[in-house]
Each structure stands twice: as C-alpha cells, then as structure tokens.
C-alpha cells in the first residue's frame, strides 16, 4: 500500500560544510507535518535527532554531531513519509587538535564543546548555563511586534539574565499562547529548580562527611607537629624542609611554565585588545570611513558618524580613544575647511549653498558661514556687472553686428542681476527664518542664534542690495546716459563715448530690459526704497528716449525733400504730406511703449520741463517740414520759367503729371501750394488727434504754430506764382492795345476785338490749364488774382487815355465788356469794381445803332471763341483723368 504523504526530500543545506556542533539549516520538501512526527534524522551517519528543531514542513535546523565519516548524506525520517532521500551532501572538518603547550602559528578558539550526555555541563561557558526554557512548559512565541513590547516597558528587557529582567515582558513575547493550567505547572517546575539549587550543597556535604572528618585529624595533627617544631626554630625543621620544597616545587613550576603562562598571557592581552578592537570598531574605523565618505560625497553620512563619535568619545579619558578621536577631530576640521571652500566657491547653486551652510552648522563650524556665504557672493555678482562693462568696453566680447553694443550690454547686465539677485535674496530670507539648519541645528539652538545674527545684519544686508542696485544704475547710466554721473565715476561706469549713438527703437528696448528687471526684482518683495534707484533711472531713459525719437524724427523729416517725385493725385496732392504724416505717425506709435506708464512710473509729460521741450521739438518738426516745402518750391533744376507765350505752341504740356515728370518751377510752385492747402485742411488736423491719442500734450500749440506757418508759406508761394503769371499777361495790354499805333481819338469802326485782348484770354486759360492740371481747387484762388489783375491793369490803361472819339469809346467797351464776360466766372469785388470803374471812364453810347453794333460784336466774339473760352464755365471743372 502507498503512504499517505511523500517520502521527505532534502534538498539543501547551510551551511555545507563545517565542523562538529556546527548549527545547519535544513531545506527540502515533506519534511514532516510536526516536531512529533520527526523520528530520525542523520547528518554523515550520526544521528542528530537530539539538537533537531522542526520550523516547517521545508525547514529543520539542528548541529552536527561527531560523525565518522567525512561527507555523507542528510537523511530525514517522518512517521507520516517514512525515510526520506538527500539530493546534497555535508562536508564534516576535523579541526587539528592543539594541546595547550603546542605552539602555534594562528589563534585557536577555545572551543566549548556542547556535551550530549545529560546533567553534563562540563567545559561549557556560564553564558551556555543558562537553561534555554527555564520554565520548563512548550514555548509559544506571540505575534505582538518587537517595537510595542519596547514602547509598554521602557527600559525593561525579555532576557532573563539581565539586570532590567522583566517577567511580564518574557510571559508575553515566549507564553503568549500558553493556558493558565500551563503557567501553574511553570510555577511549579521553578520552585522545584529553587529548591533543588538550594539543596544540593547541603546534600554534597552529607555525602562526603567522613572525608571531612579525616581531612579535619589531618590537619590537626600537622597543627600540632608544626608548633612543636616551631618551638626550636632550627635549620631542619619540618617547617624549613617544607618552604624549601614548595619554593622548588614553584621555581619548578615557574621554569616548566613560563613560556607558556607568558605565552598565554600575551594571548589573553590579545584576545582582549581583538575584542576592544571588535567592540569599538566603529570608533577606529571612522578616521577611514570619514576619508572615503568626503571623497564620494556622503557628507551626511559624515555627519552622522562625528555625531555619534562625539556623542560616545567626546569626553573619553582612555588614552587610545583619545588618540584616535583627536584623529577624527583633525580629519572633520579638514572637512569644514572643504565645505567652507566650496561654500564660498563661485559660481555655485542656491541648493549648493543651502546644503554647505547645513553641513557646516551640523560640524559646528566656528563663526557664521552663511553670512560669510551671502558677503562672497555680494562681492561675486558686483565683480560679474563690473566684467560685464569691462569686457564690451575692451572689445573682448563678440558682438552681434546689427545690435548695438549699448543694448547689448544691458541685456547681459540684466540677465546678471535677475540671474543672481534672486538667489541672494533668498538666500537672505532663508538666513532671516533659520531655515538652513536641519533638526541638529534646531535642536542645538542654532536656528535662534542665527535669526539673531540676522536681526543684528539687516542693516549691512541692506547696503549690500542697495549697493548691487546702484551699480546697476550707474553702469547703465554710464553707458546711455553719462552727463547724468559725477565727474569722477565717469572712469568707472563710462567709456561708451566712442560707441554707436542709439536710436529711439533701441532706447525702447533698453526701457523694456529695465522694466523686465525692474519688475522681477519687485517680485522678490525687495523695499521699494531700494528700488527707487530703479524707478528714476526709467524716468531718465524715458525721457531722453522721447527727446532723441523727436530729434530723429527731425533729420527724418528734412530727408522727405529727396524723395519727392512730384507725382501728384486726382487732388493735386503729391505723396510727400502723407510720408510726413506717416513719419509722424510711426514716431508716436514708437513712443508707446516709452510713454506708457507702469505701475509705480509717472507720467513724463507731467513734467513741466518735459512737456516744453518735446512741444518746442514738436513745434520744430512741424517747422522742418514746411521749411522742406518751401525749399522745394525754390529748388532749380534744368527747367527755366517758361514764357506763357512758348508754352502755347506745347498743347500736350499740361495734360497730366506723370512718374518721372520733372516741373517747372511754376509747377512746383503750384504742387507745393496744394500740398500745403491738403497740409493746412488734412494733415494737420489728423496730426493733432494722433498727438492726442497718443497723450502728447501742446497739441494745441503744434497745432496753431503749424497752421500760422503753412499759412505763411502758402501765401508766400501764391504771391510768388501770380507775380510769375500775372504780370506778363498784364504787362503784355498797354503795348497790344496800341499795337500800329493805335488812337482812340481817330479809329475807324469797330469790326470785333482786337487780338491783344484774345492773346492775354488765350495766356489766362494757359494759366488755368497749368493750374488745373495740378489742382482744380487751386483753379478759382488763382484765376480770380489773374483777373484781378488784369481787369487793374485794363482800369489803369482807360483812366490814361484823354479823350475817345465815338468809335474808340465803341471799341474800348467791346474788349471791357467781352474781357468781363469771358472771366465773370472769377471776378471778384475787387475786379468787378476795376471794371466798373473802366467802363465808367468810356463816354456813354447815345444811339440804339451803337448799342446794337456792340451787342452782335460781343456775340460774334463769344461765338468764334467759344470753344478757348468753356473752361472758363463753372461746370466745366472736372476732375482729370490719369
């Protein structure tokens, strides 16, 4: 029949070899169900069932006994799988024996050999004495954790040969489990062991009482025997004899055993120094371990053993322990050396210096490391901005060739501040809240001696900022604005003079790094009295931004003139107002930026001495360009003033204004007279409501100055043009009326008007298609000065004559009154008046047929010259067509 369970099977040992009594584990499967069902187990041959302990049905631990063989096999028997089988071997060493007086070359331990026989202790240390269950029940180890059993009795312990032995403590952790019928009958077992220790020398003096008393006559007969000797106290006594045998006996003795009892005493001072050695391993180890540690970088680790070195050591009087603590001592001051170099090392991280200034608190590292750390790194970024101006002033930093170095400069500057700052302050709120130190330090009452240190430097912190800040200041200063440093600091902040001077645009971008600064500094919640520095420093730069954006804009301005192409629109209007007002407008849009007002900022135009001075240069712009009008309209070129009369023989000279025409300077004139008319209408006013927009303030004053000047300039030009025109028309009557001699006392009847009058109607609509062809606005301002003129001069040229006969008061009427009615769309008060006045220096027509001669004349006139005199009709101007 097949058994119930399989037979057991080892299948490991450990360890796999070793001596006798060596304690082994056993692994396999089916090791048994129970310590009752293990009946056998054999290790090399000898049984080993007496030392087995049954853990698991995989696991038995047990010692080797003195076996025959060298190597053999580990047998287990159950009852519930009969006799198992090994898959592995022990290996048994016999250790040489070595007698007492043997010599040897290595330590032999002094092996307590654990006797099998029972009641035989013999060669077994006191601590082996010790019964393994002195309570003589099945022990029942409990679950309850190690650590509650320490929390509910501190200070106590489980082991019985303690001197803090606690019994409930024992109960708990081995008789957890065990029933109170169990505890009487330990109770029980340990008053028979009390009683049995109690009676066994009283039983050991019953049993060898006889002996006692024979070893009692014996030493009184020696007694008496050696009183009688003493009584001669002569060379050969009893007493001589034996003080002379006991004294070779020991020199004997001593001659036998000396070099063994030395030996043996060097191996005791031995064993003693190896167990101070083993014991205190920790303590002349750590110099070592304090090297290795530093060299990787565990300076925690470091830490922790100095504390606990210091903690045992720290007040030893044992001269060795000395030694070597003084040692330690030696290798942790060389530590903080280390740590307090790297501390102070630069550049370094906020993380880096946090975890040095802890290390060193933890060392206890002789005065205040952490300020010594912020004081290096205040020298460290002030020496940093004071590179960064010196390598662009030597010219050792490459450059970017499209920006300027100025600009350059205060990116780098500003990329140092926001870079560093930041950590330094927090590195100083991390001092000010005691927040470097780790629990050793708070519990040492570094963190309170260190707010105190820091109450007592929160002034010298502040010039330490403040410091950083001004230096800032001053080398931007140097570099964009140097008339604002003293003299003597130029040296130190200046030496940009031979540098690019910066635009608007540029300027711009500074204001927008200073402000990013600015603002990233007020986040570190610094004061804002040390920022202020700051804040004036943006209000200068804002400031002289706008002067110079207005100066440049200025040399803008007066390069318009070289790019007029003189291409006018369908409004006689050339691209040059809309370049000035597209200039202008550009300059405003670029001071947005500048002029806008941040929190904490004022606004710039407030400023009395600001407002004036960006009007007046308002003022000047405006000023600049009418200037560069009425250059325009005075430049010569190849083309002379052309005679009215040459310019009929061109009929295609006016009809249009095309890209690369180039005009006379009649033309320019009446180009730059519209422009100017567009400028005083348009322009000007749309200028006022950008300056508005934009929150430029004098708007008003730009305004009337620019208004008065266009005004200025544009009768200026209009004099100038009816002085070129008007004159020769007039100029050419006198001498056409008297043309062959003509008499206006002797003149026959008149047949029509005469050319004289035709010619100065043929030069005005000359005029008005050289006007027109530019602007038709300008069309009734100038016709009406031309008529003007005319209609003086024909006034003028009636009052001179004397007298006029019949026919030549006919024929002077029929040219006033055609000339009239060919210009009535232009007359004005002043002509109509001219006219009525030369009318009414001609003798009056008496007879209907005079009246009737002059009014078919007038109609013949009108009719032959119909066609040269429609432009003269209001209806007929009309935009041109290009």
């Not at 089916?30 to 310590?35: E, I, R, S």
């Not at 140097?482 to 940009?496: A, H, I, V």
């Not at 300077?665 to 005083?680: D, T």
């Not at 005004?711 to 004099?719: C, G, N, P, Q, S």
Request: glycine share 6%; with cysteine.
């Amino acid at each position: 029949m097949s058994r119930a369970r399989q037979p057991p099977l080892v299948t490991g040992i450990s360890p796999k070899e070793g001596a006798a009594w060596t304690k082994v584990t056993i692994r396999g499967e089916n090791l048994g169900t129970g310590p009752a069902d293990l009946v056998g187990l054999s290790i090399c041959g000898h049984n080993c069932l007496l030392t087995a302990e049954w853990m698991s049905a995989s696991k038995i631990v047990c010692r080797v006994g003195p076996a025959k063989d060298d190597k053999g096999e580990i047998i287990v028997n159950t009852k519930s799988g009969g006799l198992g089988t090994s898959t592995v071997s022990f290996k048994l060493i016999r250790p040489e024996r070595i007698g007492i007086l043997d010599q040897s070359a290595v330590w032999v331990d002094e092996m307590n050999y654990y006797d099998m026989r029972t009641d035989r202790n013999k060669g077994i240390s006191p601590l082996s004495l010790r019964p393994s269950n002195p309570l003589g029940i099945d022990i029942d180890k409990g679950k309850l954790p190690q650590k509650d059993i320490e929390l509910t009795f501190p200070g106590m312990s489980g082991d019985f040969t303690s001197e803090n032995f606690s019994a409930t403590w024992y109960l708990i952790e081995n008789h957890m489990g065990s029933s109170f019928e169990q505890l009487k009958m330990a109770a029980n077992n340990l008053k028979k062991q009390a009683t049995k220790k109690n009676e066994g020398s009283l039983a050991y003096v019953k049993g060898g009482l006889s002996t006692f008393f024979e070893a009692q006559d014996a030493l009184a007969a020696i007694h008496q025997r050696l009183e009688f000797d003493g009584t001669e106290r002569v060379e050969g006594s009893m007493t001589q004899r034996l003080e002379n045998i006991l004294n070779r006996a020991s020199d004997t003795a001593d001659t036998l055993f000396q070099e063994v009892l030395g030996r043996k005493d060097k191996a005791d001072s031995t064993r003693n120094a190896l167990n101070v050695l083993q014991r205190f391993k920790f303590l002349f180890n750590l110099p070592l371990n304090i090297e290795r540690n530093i060299q990787k970088g565990d300076y925690d680790v470091v830490i922790n053993d100095y504390e606990k070195a210091k903690s045992l050591f720290g007040n030893t009087e044992v001269p060795v322990f000395k030694k070597v603590y003084a040692e330690v001592e030696m290798r942790i001051g060389a530590l903080r050396s280390l740590l307090l170099e790297k501390l102070l090392q630069t550049p370094s991280t906020l993380h880096d210096q946090k975890r040095y200034i802890r290390y060193l608190s933890d060392l206890h590292a002789p005065g205040d490391p952490a300020w010594q750390c912020i004081y290096a790194q205040h020298k460290w970024i002030l020496q940093l901005m004071q590179n960064c101006r010196d390598e662009f002033i030597s010219g050792q930093r490459a450059w970017r060739f499209e920006t300027p170095q100025q600009v350059q400069f205060v990116e780098k500057l500003s990329d140092v501040v926001i870079g560093q700052l930041p950590n330094f302050w927090k590195l100083w709120i991390s001092y000010v809240n005691g927040s470097l130190f780790s629990e050793t330090g708070e519990k040492s009452g570094q963190v309170e001696k260190s707010k105190k240190n820091a109450r007592q430097r929160q002034n010298d912190f502040k010039k330490m900022i403040e410091e950083m800040i001004n230096r800032l200041v001053k080398l931007v200063r140097g570099a964009l604005l140097p008339t604002t440093l003293p003299q003597g600091e130029l040296s130190f902040y200046g030496g940009w003079e031979n540098k690019t001077e910066l635009t608007g645009a540029w300027l711009t971008q500074i204001i927008h790094i200073v402000r990013a600064c600015h603002e990233a500094l007020s986040t570190l919640e610094i004061p804002n009295d040390l920022l202020q520095v700051i804040q004036d420093l943006l209000l200068e730069l804002r400031v002289h931004c706008l002067m110079v954006t207005l100066l440049h804009t200025t040399d803008d301005v007066k390069g318009l003139a070289e790019k007029e192409n003189w291409v006018v629109d369908n409004e006689g209007i050339t691209s040059l107002p809309s370049q000035f007002e597209q200039c202008m407008v550009l300059m405003l849009q670029s001071l947005k930026e500048p002029l806008e007002i941040k929190p904490g900022e004022i606004n710039v135009l407030q400023l009395d001495q600001v407002q004036d001075q960006a009007t007046e240069l308002s003022v000047n712009i405006m000023k600049v360009f009418i200037n560069c009008l009425e250059q325009l309209s005075t430049k010569r070129d190849i083309y002379t003033s052309h005679d009215i009369s040459v310019d009929l023989s061109s009929p295609d000279r006016f009809t249009g204004v095309h890209e690369g025409f180039s005009p006379t300077s009649e033309q320019r004139l009446l180009i730059i007279l519209s422009n100017c008319q567009y400028l005083e209408r348009r322009t000007l006013l749309n200028l006022a409501n950008h300056f508005e927009k934009h929150g430029l303030t004098g708007t008003e004053k730009i305004t009337r100055v620019s208004v008065d000047a266009v005004r200025e300039l544009d009768r200026k030009l209009f004099e100038a043009y009816i002085e070129r025109r008007a004159d020769p028309i007039s100029g050419s009557l006198e001498p056409g009326i008297y043309a062959g001699y003509f008499d206006w006392r002797d003149c026959r009847t008149p047949t029509g008007v005469r050319n004289y009058l035709k010619e100065a109607l043929v030069n005005i609509i000359t005029v008005h298609a050289e006007v027109f062809t530019v602007s038709k606005d300008l069309v009734p301002r100038v016709l009406s000065k031309i008529v003007e003129s005319v209609a003086d001069e024909m006034c003028r040229l009636m009052q001179c004559v004397s007298s006029f006969s019949k026919n030549g008061s006919l024929q002077a009427r029929l040219e006033l009154c055609a000339l009239r009615d060919a210009v009535a769309t232009f007359l004005n008060s002043d002509s109509s008046a001219s006219f009525e006045v030369a009318l009414g220096a001609l003798p009056q027509l008496q007879s209907g047929a005079d009246k009737k001669l002059l009014e078919e004349l007038l109609n013949k006139f009108k009719s032959s010259m119909q066609l040269q005199l429609t432009c003269f009709q209001p209806c007929c101007i009309q935009p041109v067509k290009r």
